[in-house]
């Protein structure tokens, strides 16, 4: 491709734009000979800084912002240097990247998820009702990149605006006619996904977090937004939540937005608001799964509105009722038949990460999780609560029915039952993020478990101990230990639990590392948990058998 075909009105270029160019980096250590070398004022580096390197590695341009720097005052008169001077960075690197991989989103239908929680298990959902619909899908998001089978690792959840059009390019080639992609709040305010053309944009919830990032929850929100406002196409779908405070007032915004002609369709859905499109009611939600009703009430909507839709999922907890309802709206938006979506639901395998558990055969229920903000601990906790006082309930009828049955008329109460089912939780918070969260997950640990071990994520450049102690800040109860090595604090917790207690290990979910100062060492919560319950099962004492394994018919309904 030559570089007049990547350039927009507004570049002030000096050069040959005849000159063919191989691709496009932000980062001088990776530049390749014919590549533009887009220079970018970061926080901890300036890109301007770097050009000189970038030249040498073989830059046929370099893009720069005029306010920061001038080609000719610093003697760089590379004579086979393009020079193009731009206001901002980041919007050039986007729109040259759109159009270096020739506009790819116009060629399939992008569906980008933001939110602070949610948005890796709800593109998981899409991505399995599309492909039950016969589509070939391309998925962007934490966890992963995926084209079709291909699997590439993610180091952001949303890359680099070069990276996410080549993907997205490299998705059209291979036949994908959808792609999913998380939408993060850093990725919307550094113009990463700028210059796509989403079709469909989904709303999860907005609670406190990246405010080390963002300063305000106000910054916050209006990230979040933008996807919304300026980068869903006229005629495209927003899904939102409707009850949630933000999603509520991203619809009002949006409606008055509309007023001023543009044709976006609002689609909305709730598990409390009756005023919403798609509703869940009656929801039942166990340690096997959640199902619940499903009522629409949107007349475009290919379905009947007067008919009960029953919805099945192995994912567990209220807040997969959510994932799953914004799901269903993306899906309806694309006039995909109910009952493939009920299908493409149900055949959702668990997100790795997200609610796993750990079955060694142990006699208590092990559980790796990635709520690492205030809201998604709590609700994790909640969870947890709610299915545990479920599962008494249920062993405490079984127990009267048997009574009974024996013809007595008083159920004597155990003692041992009363006792049993705690909720053990072992967490930290990661260095170098908002550390203003920290204190209050202390507080919600301390608050919802029976027992809590306090202990590192992801310290990143900061002392393990200082993060550990800005969440101490926060522990109301004197109901928890500090153990600073997480492999230990994880033994520690299955060493603590007994017959039917819950030990939940939050924060790091899926990650297969352990961030300390600048380095990656291999550490999975979930290895972790195994070895660690291998070591409790090998024990002479132990007993056997899971008590969870009879809970399937267990209702429970209510917030989580
Ligand atoms: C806060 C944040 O998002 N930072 C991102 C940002 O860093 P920055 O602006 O500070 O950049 P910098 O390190 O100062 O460097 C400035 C420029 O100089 C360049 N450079 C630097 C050194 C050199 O030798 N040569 C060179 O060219 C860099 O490539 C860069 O273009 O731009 C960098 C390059 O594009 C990103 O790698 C970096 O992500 C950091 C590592 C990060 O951790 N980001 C996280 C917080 C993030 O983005 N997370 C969200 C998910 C959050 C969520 O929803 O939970 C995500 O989408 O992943
Ligand atoms: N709809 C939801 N509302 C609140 N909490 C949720 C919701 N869905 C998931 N969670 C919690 O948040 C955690 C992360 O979920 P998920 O990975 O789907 O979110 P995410 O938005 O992709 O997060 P990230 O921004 O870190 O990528 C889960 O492990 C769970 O504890
Ligand atoms: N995408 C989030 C993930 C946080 C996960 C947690 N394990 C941590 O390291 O804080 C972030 O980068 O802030
Ligand atoms: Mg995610």
Redesign the pocket.
């Known amino acids: 491709m030559k570089l007049k075909d990547i350039l927009i009105d507004g570049f002030k270029v000096i050069g040959d734009t005849e000159k063919r160019i191989s691709g496009i980096t932000?980062?001088?250590?990776r530049v390749r000979c014919g590549d533009v070398f887009v220079a970018?004022?970061?926080?901890?580096?300036?890109?301007h800084d770097?050009i000189e390197d970038a030249i040498n590695r073989g830059a046929a341009a370099v893009i720069y912002e005029i306010k920061r720097f001038q080609p000719y005052s610093e003697g760089l008169r590379h004579s086979n240097t393009v020079w193009i001077g731009v206001d901002d960075s980041r919007d050039a690197l986007a729109a040259i990247s759109n159009r270096f991989y020739e506009k790819p989103s116009s060629k399939v239908t992008v569906i980008g998820i933001t939110g602070t929680n949610g948005k890796t298990t709800t593109s998981y959902m899409i991505k399995s009702i599309l492909e039950r619909w016969g589509r070939d899908v391309g998925l962007i998001g934490t966890i992963t990149y995926l084209i079709k089978d291909r699997a590439y690792d993610a180091q952001?959840?949303?890359p680099?605006a070069s990276e996410f059009q080549a993907l997205i390019r490299e998705m059209v080639d291979n036949g994908c006619s959808h792609v999913v992609t998380e939408v993060?709040?850093?990725?919307l305010s550094?113009k990463r996904v700028d210059y796509t053309e989403f079709k469909i944009a989904i709303f999860t919830n907005l609670t406190r977090?990246?405010l080390d990032?963002h300063k305000t929850m106000e910054d916050y929100f209006m990230a979040k937004k933008r996807l919304f406002t300026e980068l869903l196409i006229e005629e495209g779908v927003a899904v939102i939540n409707l009850d949630d405070l933000y999603g509520k007032r991203l619809v009002n915004d949006l409606k008055n937005q509309k007023s001023k002609a543009n044709g976006k369709r609002i689609l909305t859905y709730a598990i409390n608001n009756q005023d919403a499109d798609v509703l869940a009611y009656d929801i039942k939600t166990t340690f096997r799964g959640t199902s619940f009703k499903l009522k629409v009430q949107n007349s475009k909507f290919k379905v009947v509105e007067s008919e009960i839709y029953e919805i099945n999922s192995p994912l567990v907890g209220v807040i997969n009722v959510y994932n799953i309802l914004s799901a269903i709206c993306a899906a309806l938006s694309m006039d995909i038949p109910i009952k493939t979506i009920k299908e493409g639901i149900a055949m959702t395998g668990l997100v790795k990460g997200r609610f796993e558990k750990v079955d060694m055969g142990q006699d208590f229920l092990a559980v790796v999780d990635y709520a690492h903000t205030e809201d998604a601990l709590e609700r994790l906790l909640l969870t947890a609560r709610q299915l545990l006082q479920a599962y008494r309930f249920a062993e405490k009828t079984e127990e009267m029915m048997k009574v009974k049955r024996q013809e007595y008329s008083v159920c004597p109460e155990s003692e041992e039952n009363e006792k049993r089912g705690r909720i053990i939780t072992v967490f930290g918070c990661g260095g170098n993020r908002d550390r203003g969260k920290r204190s209050k997950m202390g507080e919600i640990a301390a608050r919802l478990s029976d027992f809590v071990i306090i202990t590192s994520d992801n310290p990143r450049n900061e002392s393990p101990r200082a993060i550990i102690r800005d969440i101490e800040k926060g522990m109301v109860r004197d109901n928890y230990i500090v153990i600073p090595d997480r492999n230990v604090a994880i033994s520690m917790a299955v060493e603590l639990a007994s017959s039917g207690d819950i030990v939940l290990v939050a924060g790091k979910g899926h990650e297969d590392y352990q961030e300390i100062e600048g380095k990656k060492y291999d550490f999975s919560d979930r290895v972790a948990l195994e070895n660690a319950i291998r070591r409790t099962i090998n024990r002479p004492s132990f007993s056997g058998g899971t008590n969870y394994k009879g809970t399937q018919n267990i209702d429970c309904t209510g917030r989580c």
């Open positions: 932000y980062d001088s250590r970018i004022k970061g926080e901890n580096y300036d890109g770097f952001h959840t949303t680099e993060s709040s850093h990725s550094q977090d990246h990032f």
